[in-house]
């Protein structure tokens, strides 16, 4: 994540949100991928502690860190540079106000939506790792630990998106 980031400058400045940036160092990188992480972590561990005091950080990190597998399978499809090259003209449209799209090659939009709805699907296994793997770090079989950690998560990531902590 943080090769991929550095190299095709993305900024992950949120636990789910990704965004194209200017170029930055590696450490400036390294810094704000480990913002995410250890801020997800601390959360998730803090919530495992409450439920099972047994709970362990290794495992949490493990489970933070597992669950960031679906955000690089995101950053593989959309911000490669053929997919990239594929939206200039769709970016291009959008400006010149060709609301219809009329400019754009069919190939590209087909192309684009099923890779939109794939990085869809990867967010959902984001969450489904993350709830699959808090739930055996924390010995939990209650319902309502799924919603918890959902939520959580996105509290956190918009907590994140208002205070932006990130080295930009």
Known sequence: ???????????????????????????????????????????????????YHKTRFIDVLNVVLIANFAQVMVMLLLFNPFLQEMMQPLEKAILEGDIMLKSVPQMNLIVISIVSLFAVAMLYYFFHLLVLGMKIAMNSKKAYHVILIILLTMILDTFLHFFNPYLI
């Open 1 to 51: 994540m943080i090769l991929l980031c550095w190299q095709w400058d993305i900024i992950a400045d949120g636990i789910i949100q990704l965004h194209h940036s200017t170029g930055r160092p590696l450490w400036k990188v390294i810094f704000n991928i480990g913002i995410n992480v250890s801020l997800l972590s601390l959360l998730m561990f803090g919530v495992a502690k409450l439920s």
